[in-house]
Each structure stands twice: as C-alpha cells, then as structure tokens.
C-alpha cells in the first residue's frame, strides 16, 4: 500500500528533498503541468523571490529553440 506522504518529502541521493534537486537542476524553472504538482508548494518555497516563474512547456520551448539554433549554427 502507497504512503500518503509526498515523494517530495523523501531524500534524494544528492541528500536534498525532490524539490532541492529540481531547483538545482532547473533553477527559475518551476512546473506544474507534467505530474510534479505535489511539489508545486515545496518549489514556491525554494525558489528565490526574485526569479521569474516559467512553465515546464516554456522551458521544454526554449530548450528547443536554443536546441535547433545550435544545429543550424553548425551545418
């Protein structure tokens, strides 16, 4: 049977919580829209009150932008 507790509570192998992770990978970008909304809370609370917000979809956009961008400068 599943625990009730938040994954987001349970530490990572960097010694963080899920959230602390995803902040340090990602940064400003904080999601809610691919199954990480149970962090939602966890990430507001980690994410300097400066950065600007950004969906998941903006970044997966930009990424791809900066991605194809990177292939044409090659070729």
Known sequence: MSSNTPSSHHPTLSGGTKGEELFDLFGCF????????????????????????????????????????????RG
């Open 30 to 73: 904080v999601w809610g829209d691919v199954g990480t909304k149970k962090l939602g809370d966890e990430l507001d609370q980690i994410q300097l009150a400066s950065a600007p917000r950004k969906s998941w979809s903006t970044f997966i956009q930009t990424f791809d932008e900066e991605h194809k961008d990177h292939i044409k400068g």
